[in-house]
């Protein structure tokens, strides 16, 4: 059955050759569109009364369809999918798949003052529509500064005949520094700044379909940068004090703090509930972002006041006429002092430090540290000054 049909077509095709020069007919819309699934009109307007079309797809030549005046004849494969209207010569093809996607050749006959041949082609074209599409960063953490790329990505085996950009909704502008793949698909950052800050979209589509990603958000992490440390210059004996540190970050960062270079605590704020003497140096406050992998740090020196009788600046005198000779001494005097208190912020007697500066705390025996402590200011001021005659103690 099918063979004869083929027979068929392939005789009026033959026939046709056989014939003199033919009038080339322009299909009404070429190329047909067509969406899978879809039914499309490959329509013609031929150049007078049909008498006979056959219609041939290439390049292999397949039979769709032919009629000579009788019955239509459907090629294989065409079955209850064909319909040849016999007026026009056009052929409706449905449900089509993208196997149906060429070049349709047709050839026929009309008669107006005398028998007259035509041909022609049409060009279906038939896509699959778009349905997922996603933009996809190149990190899942992306750093101020360095090279980023989004690429938007289309799930599946669609054609995309172009994709466009979108940030907050808006067309994305190219620059020097924004600048997009031949085809579109890849944003390139180099380098992503926070300005790029915001909802990123990408819209593919081909003749059948537009589908536009869900919004990415690019939030760039950075920093820290800008650390401060807000507290007093100086604090009387016996109050309390706080120590802020604050940095620009992105993610927030974590802070850790240091007196006189030793870790002392972690986190935004660092609290003295009652400040004595010993508290008194410089406070590093160290601003870490985890994601940027990158350390800020601020310094604040810190005075203690309101020791006794004496003024700040007649300690300031003091110490600093001491220190050259007991800068051991002093410090353990006033470590040994942390360790009889007890305060919650005190240094944490650790193994020994082997870093810059480092003083062997849990080592230091101050024969006078303690006793020196329990009493009055000017009574520790003479210790110290009674000390530099002294050889310091080693540490
Ligand atoms: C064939 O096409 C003509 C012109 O488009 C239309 O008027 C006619 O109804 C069609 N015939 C059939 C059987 O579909
Ligand atoms: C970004 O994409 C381009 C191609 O468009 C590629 O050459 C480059 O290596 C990519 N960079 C990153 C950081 O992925
Ligand atoms: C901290 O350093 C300061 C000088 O910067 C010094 O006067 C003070 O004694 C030191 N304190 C301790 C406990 O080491
Ligand atoms: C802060 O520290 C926590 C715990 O160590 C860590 O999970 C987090 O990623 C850190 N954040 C930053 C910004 O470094
Ligand atoms: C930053 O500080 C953290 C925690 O104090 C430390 O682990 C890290 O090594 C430091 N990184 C740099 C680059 O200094």
């Given at each position: 059955?099918?063979?004869?049909?083929?027979?068929?077509?392939?005789?009026?095709?033959?026939?046709?050759?056989?014939?003199?020069?033919?009038?080339?007919?322009?299909?009404?819309t070429?190329?047909?569109?067509?969406?899978?699934?879809?039914?499309?009109?490959?329509?013609?307007?031929?150049?007078?009364?049909?008498?006979?079309?056959?219609?041939?797809?290439?390049?292999?030549?397949?039979?769709?369809?032919?009629?000579?005046?009788?019955?239509?004849?459907i090629?294989?494969?065409y079955?209850?999918?064909?319909?040849?209207?016999?007026?026009?010569?056009?052929?409706?093809?449905?449900?089509v798949?993208?196997?149906?996607?060429?070049?349709?050749?047709?050839?026929?006959?009309t008669?107006?003052?005398?028998r007259e041949?035509?041909?022609?082609?049409?060009?279906?074209?038939?896509?699959?529509?778009?349905?997922?599409?996603?933009?996809?960063?190149s990190?899942?953490?992306?750093?101020?500064?360095?090279?980023?790329?989004?690429?938007?990505?289309?799930?599946?085996?669609?054609?995309?005949?172009?994709?466009?950009w979108?940030?907050?909704?808006?067309?994305?502008?190219?620059?020097?520094?924004?600048?997009?793949?031949?085809?579109?698909?890849?944003?390139?950052?180099?380098?992503?700044?926070?300005?790029?800050?915001?909802?990123?979209?990408?819209?593919?589509?081909?003749?059948?379909?537009?589908?536009?990603?869900?919004?990415?958000?690019?939030?760039?992490?950075?920093?820290?940068?800008?650390?401060?440390?807000?507290?007093?210059?100086?604090?009387?004996?016996?109050?309390?004090?706080?120590?802020?540190?604050?940095?620009?970050?992105?993610?927030?960062?974590?802070?850790?703090?240091?007196?006189?270079?030793?870790?002392?605590?972690?986190?935004?704020?660092?609290?003295?509930?009652s400040?004595?003497?010993?508290?008194?140096?410089?406070y590093?406050?160290?601003?870490?972002?985890?994601?940027?992998?990158?350390?800020?740090?601020?310094?604040?020196?810190?005075?203690?006041?309101?020791?006794g009788?004496?003024?700040?600046?007649?300690i300031?005198?003091?110490v600093?006429?001491?220190?050259?000779?007991?800068?051991?001494?002093?410090?353990?005097?006033?470590?040994?002092?942390?360790?009889?208190r007890?305060?919650?912020?005190?240094?944490?007697?650790?193994?020994?430090?082997?870093?810059?500066?480092?003083?062997?705390?849990?080592?230091?025996?101050g024969?006078?540290?303690?006793?020196?402590?329990?009493?009055?200011?000017?009574?520790?001021?003479?210790?110290?000054?009674?000390e530099?005659?002294?050889?310091?103690?080693?540490?």
């Amino acid at each position: 059955m099918e063979n004869s049909q083929a027979a068929l077509l392939t005789l009026g095709f033959l026939l046709f050759l056989k014939g003199s020069s033919a009038l080339v007919v322009t299909p009404v819309t070429d190329p047909v569109i067509s969406k899978v699934g879809d039914n499309a009109m490959l329509e013609i307007k031929p150049p007078g009364v049909l008498v006979s079309v056959v219609w041939f797809f290439s390049p292999a030549k397949i039979p769709v369809v032919s009629w000579t005046g009788i019955n239509p004849v459907i090629g294989a494969g065409y079955e209850n999918r064909v319909t040849l209207n016999t007026t026009t010569g056009s052929v409706e093809l449905r449900s089509v798949n993208l196997r149906d996607d060429g070049v349709y050749m047709f050839q026929g006959t009309t008669f107006t003052s005398g028998r007259e041949r035509f041909i022609g082609s049409v060009t279906l074209r038939v896509y699959e529509p778009i349905t997922n599409v996603n933009v996809k960063p190149s990190l899942a953490q992306p750093i101020a500064n360095q090279a980023l790329n989004l690429t938007c990505e289309v799930l599946g085996s669609q054609t995309v005949s172009s994709r466009l950009w979108l940030k907050d909704s808006q067309p994305l502008s190219t620059s020097d520094r924004i600048t997009l793949s031949v085809d579109s698909s890849v944003v390139s950052f180099n380098p992503v700044l926070q300005s790029d800050n915001g909802e990123y979209q990408c819209k593919a589509s081909n003749p059948v379909s537009e589908v536009t990603s869900a919004g990415y958000r690019l939030e760039v992490n950075y920093g820290p940068e800008q650390a401060s440390i807000t507290a007093p210059d100086s604090a009387a004996e016996g109050s309390s004090v706080t120590f802020t540190c604050s940095a620009q970050s992105l993610p927030p960062c974590n802070y850790t703090w240091y007196f006189n270079e030793t870790e002392t605590a972690q986190g935004l704020q660092y609290n003295i509930a009652s400040v004595t003497n010993a508290d008194r140096g410089s406070y590093t406050c160290v601003a870490w972002n985890s994601v940027t992998g990158r350390n800020t740090s601020a310094v604040k020196e810190f005075i203690v006041t309101g020791l006794g009788s004496l003024s700040s600046g007649e300690i300031a005198g003091i110490v600093i006429c001491t220190l050259a000779g007991v800068t051991g001494v002093a410090l353990g005097v006033y470590f040994s002092v942390k360790l009889c208190r007890n305060n919650p912020h005190d240094l944490k007697p650790g193994p020994a430090q082997s870093s810059t500066g480092a003083v062997t705390y849990e080592n230091f025996k101050g024969p006078s540290a303690s006793a020196t402590y329990e009493n009055t200011t000017a009574i520790r001021i003479a210790t110290l000054i009674q000390e530099t005659s002294q050889q310091p103690y080693s540490l």
